[in-house]
């Protein structure tokens, strides 16, 4: 008895053993996670606890050190450009490696090899849109035309190589543990596509849905419903800007024939509407010290690890800080010794679609004007993991990719339509970084812009000798009005661009008279701009409260900046919220639940903290009606969008009688008022489920606000329920999901004054004290002293590291 008990124990652990040392499916094999020496639990040191004194790496030509603040940011000093990036790529690599490779796998088409076949649509969709291809084209311009800028790129690359040469098992990140896969080599290659990633991030089009909207409106309905321009129109560059340039002839067809599909379902994902970004720099006219300040906040996603990294990089020539890309060289958003410059998204429409007419099933060639072009084939294959590759067939026609066929999503209506985009051009915005990073002085600024192409960003600057300036940069076609707005055919040579509008006609400003410059994603310009300019998701509400509160403001301080990137007044609530009630009349407000709700709207002072439940209730009854408004239009059962919130405050207030606003089939001629009573009756059935099952409505506790790890699932990575307020359409866009994912404030005096936050920390590693420390001080509108350092500075230096060449 005694040896078969020792024995069936034996056959146990061996079989234990087994199992746990091989994968199930998609679930990692379990020793190797679970090993006290090389699983996750090496994962649950700090790295002030790992800190280094001294590191050998190759390739350098002299000694580089990197002096960590408190927060773990990294200050890299270095003899010269080179040694600074292959530095720069082996500190980022070292705090964030596994983000840095999600991120480019995924703009790649091959999140498949690390997940399974549950991410194969998704990759065919990344690689049919052509993100590999453009970061190719990309590549091969700094080969043949920067082979400055690409030896700089291949530097950062040797950098993340080198600390992914030395990594081992224990220090592995945890997300490659779970995941069971290992870190791959880093290319410039690599760099370039987290660009082209960014690109497709913040890059939208409405051109199928617009084509739905024409069909079922008419041109004088959808002009109506969708103007070009809001009545109210408060554009980045101030209204009295004189284009003082002889614009481009572009020259529109006397007669248009738009492809007329069926009606069908289907569109690509497009940005979150609401969400956004703002960048303002006022002149030192109007500031307290007499020095112009600059603030930049980018609303992004709000994940973990954070979109940002924080980083000073500095040679004898130069120092620069602020926010980097994980994966790529320099700072994006920051300030020298000199200037400083942010970004916000410039929302412009640079994505087309062109229907295809192949000759045959072949699709070896399609119909341009009275001939035949030939297509290329682009062969992608997807690896899986756990599974045999997937080969896909891309088709390639001059104006681009077709990103739908008959082998990929047959039910849409946009089968067989080649997608143009400006990133499937060459073009070289690592360079424009690199640049403004040395940048002294406006001239700089302007000439480090003149590389940029995509995505198209609203650039804000300001530099301590005074000047302020705004310039809207991007790579944009030349179109006649109202080109790209719809689906066009691709066999009509007239669809063509015709060109690009040339840098130095693309709008900005420099020292305007009002003493600032501000953009907050709404329209670029008033109809006075010679070029055409569209794009279905200009903000109408941010961007009126920012340019009010900056031309109030006099005396202006930094801590003035930080509240007003803090700012949580809802404007598109103070406006539309009186008409609401208005017509909202005596309705179905005898109840004591509909008379509280009514009250506090009545009592509230339209500021989106996180306290109000003023903010949760409008934005439940807003929502409701605008669905009720438009319930018919959309009942169309194709892709549509629906007018914008402007506009339809805007017909609420001036045409409450509108025959828009009668809803077909009932034996009753509807007004405006009737949707805001349904609103209102929908609002009350929504907080009755609420407070059953949530009780509090507070705007925080409703909007639950979460910062998720980038691999959704991973919750325990996560944070959830941050108490902060903010939302759609307010400076403080926080939403649910969506915020502010870097806070800039620098006034440029004589000695820089720098601020800056960002909703996270400065580490990878969810077992890290810097994982999500940075959080509270965000949600809280507080902020990092962001100074620059000298490498002498002793004062909050968590740690120093030196690197020697080999």
Known sequence: MKYSSFVLVLVLTAGLAFLVSRPFGQIPPLAPLLDPYHGFWQNSFSEDQLAEDELSMNNLTGPVEVVYDENLIPHIFAQNDLDLYRAQGYITA????WQMEFQTMAAAGRVSEIVGPIAIDLDRMTRRKGLAFGAELGFKFLQEKDPETL????????GVNQYIAQLTDARLPVEYKILNYRPEPWSAYKSLLLLKYMSDMLVGD????????????GEAGLNRLYPDFPKENDPVIEKERVWDFQPVTVNKPDSIAYPDDALTMGVLPQPTEGTGSNNWAVSGSKTKNGNPILANDPHLSLNLPSLWYSMQLSTPEHSVKGATLPGALGVISGFNEHIAWGVTNATRDTRDWYKITFKDDARNSYKYGSEWKATDFRIEEIKIKGEKAFIDTVVYTHYGPVVYDRTFKTDRQDVNFALRWVVHEGSNEQRTFLMMNKAKNHGDYQAALDHYAAPAQNFVFASKSGDVAMRIQGKFPLKWAQQGKFLMDGADPMMEWQGYIPNEHNASTLNPPRGFVSS?????????????VFDHTFEHYRNRRLNRRLTELNQITVEDMKSLQFDNYNLQAAEALPVMINLLGTHQVESSEAEKYLNELKSWDYFADPSKKGQTLYSIWFAETAESIWRDLMKNE??????????????????????????KGTDRIE???????????????AMKKWEVEEGDYSWANYKKSTIQHLVPTFKSFSATNIYTGGGSGILNATGSRHGASWRMVVELGEAMQAYGIYPGGQSGNPGSKFYDNFISVWANGEYLNFNLRSKEQTEGVLFKTVFKKD
């Open 94 to 97: 070292k705090h964030r490696l």
């Open 671 to 685: 007004t405006a008022a009737s949707h805001v009573q349904i609103g209102f009756d929908s609002l009350l059935v």
């Open 206 to 217: 409405r051109d199928l849905e617009y084509s739905n909207l024409r069909k079922i409106l």
């Open 638 to 663: 194709v892709p549509l969008v629906r007018p914008t919130n402007y506009q339809t405050i805007e017909l609420m207030t001036g045409s409450p009688n509108d025959p828009i606003f009668d809803i």
């Open 151 to 158: 030896a700089l790129v291949e530097a950062y690359a040797d």
């Open 520 to 532: 907050a994603n709404q329209h670029p310009v008033d109809p006075s701009y010679p070029y055409y």
